[in-house]
């Protein structure tokens, strides 16, 4: 890792460390010099369930790359459990997690980088423009506002960062909508079972989405979503917390508390490939399970596909002798090919969502016979 000085050449910038930056970095870097910018200081924190579901690993799997053992926490394999709260249902599935630590995983990602890929921890995008050429992207140090501003220049920008996406702003997509998160680290005074709990109940009011536990180690993670526009966030995840402390027999004295957001997509048109020079990637480009509140997944596969059009992409061959349109480029067409499976998935948890979501579901997930909770689980 080494900070450049002004002016630099990269063929290709991404913004953000997280799973589809180190995914798209990995990919592009084979045709080119890739700098990485990251807003946070590395190894960076990203709050997290660390639940990497059957997509994760065979993503991982097809790429020959083993989940090291010191990123794993106990107890490692995990399964999928629905709780019907109000019903005391506690309906456990085959559906497999490996449980690992979120900054200790996107800390191994960095490793799997090759030489020719730069990273700049502490730097933030702040702007670009682009041109049938290239691009100029500004940035500057994350941490001083009144730092001086830096232009790069680069073939292809990748905005790999996150629900509150800066690049994403610099093209035509919708503004996304985002559901508010908290998840407390709480101490276990007994093992909990190997299950990542997804809990519903309608004692919290309308605000209250879904809550989560999970065990990792000698503490549990305790997680509530709420909907967009949510007000009473705290106290209500700090009932959550009191009434879910009941069963696990967790302490209510939190050594950590993070407030987060995620993506909630809305509709298709939510997922955004990008415009002209600028690609989108992970939830950036609006792409987040609208049913299963899983990323890493699809991070990992938009990032890579992203990357794979940058080092595919042969601007003249296609070109013809002219400029791409405003809003065009090679790479841009290949990755929004790339991306149609991923938007038909999306757009098939879309479809189902208003019922699961629906009070109607929570109470029927509490008593469906066990094949078809199995069956459900693996297709949202
Ligand atoms: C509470 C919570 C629990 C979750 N649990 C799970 C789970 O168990 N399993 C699962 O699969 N998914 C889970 N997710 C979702 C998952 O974490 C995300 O979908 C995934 O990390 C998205 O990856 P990404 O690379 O698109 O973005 P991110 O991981 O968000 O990375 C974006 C990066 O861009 C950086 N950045 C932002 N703006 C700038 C800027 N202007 N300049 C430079 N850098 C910038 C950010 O600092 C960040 O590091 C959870 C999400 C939340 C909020």
Redesign the pocket.
């Known amino acids: 890792m080494s900070r450049m000085t002004n002016s630099k050449h990269y063929s290709t910038i991404v913004?953000?460390?997280?799973?589809?930056?180190i995914a798209c970095a990995r990919e592009a870097a084979k045709s080119g010099t890739v700098l990485i910018?990251?807003?946070?200081p590395l190894p960076?924190h990203?709050?997290?369930?660390?639940?990497?579901?059957e997509y994760?690993q065979s993503f991982f799997a097809e790429e020959g790359i083993e989940i090291p053992a010191d990123i794993v926490c106990e107890p490692r394999d995990i399964h999928f459990r629905y709780v019907g709260w109000d019903q005391k249902a506690f309906r456990g599935t085959n559906l497999h997690f490996v449980n690992v630590d979120r900054d200790s995983f996107d800390n191994w990602l960095i490793t799997l980088l090759p030489e020719n890929v730069e990273i700049w921890p502490e730097?933030?995008?702040?702007g670009c423009k682009q041109n049938p050429e290239g691009i100029t992207v500004q940035v500057r140090n994350?941490n001083d506002p009144h730092a001086e501003v830096i232009s790069l220049t680069c073939g292809y920008l990748v905005g790999?960062?996150?629900?509150?996406?800066?690049v994403r702003r610099q093209t035509p997509a919708t503004k996304l909508a985002l559901y508010k998160?908290l998840?407390d680290f709480v101490p276990i005074t007994q093992p909990l079972e190997p299950y990542f709990d997804c809990l519903y109940t309608k004692k919290l009011g309308s605000e209250y989405g879904y809550g989560y536990v999970v065990p990792k180690g000698d503490v549990a993670i305790v997680?509530s979503v709420f909907y967009p526009g949510s007000k009473h966030v705290k106290e209500l995840h700090e009932q959550a917390v009191d009434l879910f402390a009941e069963h696990y027999k967790f302490s209510t004295d939190a050594v950590a508390r993070e407030a987060?957001?995620?993506v909630k997509v809305n509709t298709i048109d939510d997922i955004s490939a990008g415009s002209g020079r600028i690609l989108l990637?992970?939830?950036?480009a609006g792409i987040?399970s609208p049913s299963s509140?899983?990323?890493?997944?699809?991070?990992l596969n938009t990032?890579s596909r992203a990357g794979k059009a940058i080092a595919s992409a042969r601007e003249t061959d296609t070109r013809i002798g002219k400029p791409y349109a405003p809003g065009e480029s090679a790479a841009l067409h290949l990755y929004a090919d790339a991306l149609e499976p991923i938007r038909s998935n999306v757009a098939r948890r879309l479809l189902y969502f208003p019922f699961l979501d629906s009070h109607a579901a929570k109470i029927a997930g509490a008593i469906a016979p066990q094949a078809l909770m199995n069956y459900v689980v693996h297709r949202i």
Request: net charge neutral; with cysteine.
């Open positions: 913004v953000g460390a997280g799973p589809a930056g910018i990251e807003r946070l960076r990203k709050s997290c369930g660390g639940m990497l579901n994760s730097t933030r995008f702040v994350a790999c960062d996150g629900p509150r996406s800066e998160t998840q997680g987060w957001v995620a990637a992970g939830e950036a987040f509140g899983e990323g890493i997944s699809f991070a990032g």
